[in-house]
């Protein structure tokens, strides 16, 4: 069997061996779905009450402390059980989950969520994992174990964006460089700013995201606050979503202006996550609008990282 077959073995069985994801999993088909469009980009949302452990949890340094990890095999249930990637990493399903399959990929070792020197390894588990969009996100915009290294996968064509993202690419986009191995592509659709990263090889992608990383990690003076998608059929197609925000003002605000929704990697691919009945019913195009323009890069700090880049990567041939 492939790693995407003992990953599907896996969900399988686990639905069935383990109540907490068989339950959440079988009330996945009553999660409520609505949707925008924003001048032909598509935004939906979903309202999944079982998100709000994620959606609220806290990230500070105190709270971290405080609580035991819950990806490190001594603090998991006994019924969770995993599949290995190379004797790195576990995969394992997501109890919580927001795709109809969902899984948590944990580094094996208890050591922090940076994502530099996980890269390839991102990029390999993409690639072993056709069926599914493999994804990070940064201790400071989405992760809720920013102590303990991890990815997450879940289902195809759940995330708009994936279906969206040629037309998106042609209407929005400028190619930044076009080789033999490496296509950059700079996108803002009016909501959000992100690069798409295509290549069939390894090495160009690696080199391109050290050049975006180490910038970013000079720029903000800790692990860049980035949400990364990576879908792998023929070649790797990345979408890479730099942050300038964690949460919106909504998040924190009082009585009716609170919104609960921490947007990460999910929500940047074009699913909005409320756990909350009161904000699936609420939220509006303008709120949506507001949102993306918190948490994403200006457009000044977008077209600085987009120059840095195209000389970065023309220089080197």
Known sequence: MNYQEKADALFEDQKRSWPLLGTNWAQLGEARLKSFDFDGVTIQVQYNPKRIISSAAKVDRVSIEKRKCFLCTENRPAEEKNVWFKEEYEI????????????????????????????????????????LVVFYNAPACGASAPDHMHFQAGSRSFMPL????????????????????????????????????????KAPLLDAFRHL??????????????????????????????????????????????????????????????PLEKDFGKITPEDIRDIFHQVCFTEKQFMELTVHLKSKLQAHG
């Open 162 to 201: 994936e279906g969206e993202l040629e037309a998106i690419k042609k209407r929005f986009g400028e190619t930044l460089l076009h080789t033999g191995e490496l296509t950059l592509t700079a996108v803002q659709d009016g909501l959000r700013r992100f690069l798409v990263l295509e290549g069939a090889r």
């Open 213 to 274: 990383y180490f910038y970013m990690e000079e720029l903000q003076q800790e692990e860049p606050m980035i949400n990364i998608l990576s879908y792998f059929s023929d070649q790797w197609q990345l979408m890479l979503f730099p942050r300038q925000k964690h949460r919106p003002w909504q998040y924190f605000a009082e009585g009716e202006d609170n919104i609960l929704l921490s947007p990460a990697a999910v929500d940047m691919g074009g699913m909005l996550i409320t």
């Open 92 to 131: 394992l399903c997501n109890p919580f989950p927001i795709f109809r399959e969902h899984f948590t990929i944990s580094n094996a070792v208890h050591t922090p969520q940076l994502i530099e020197p996980e890269f390839s390894t991102f990029l390999e588990l993409s690639r072993e994992l056709p069926d």
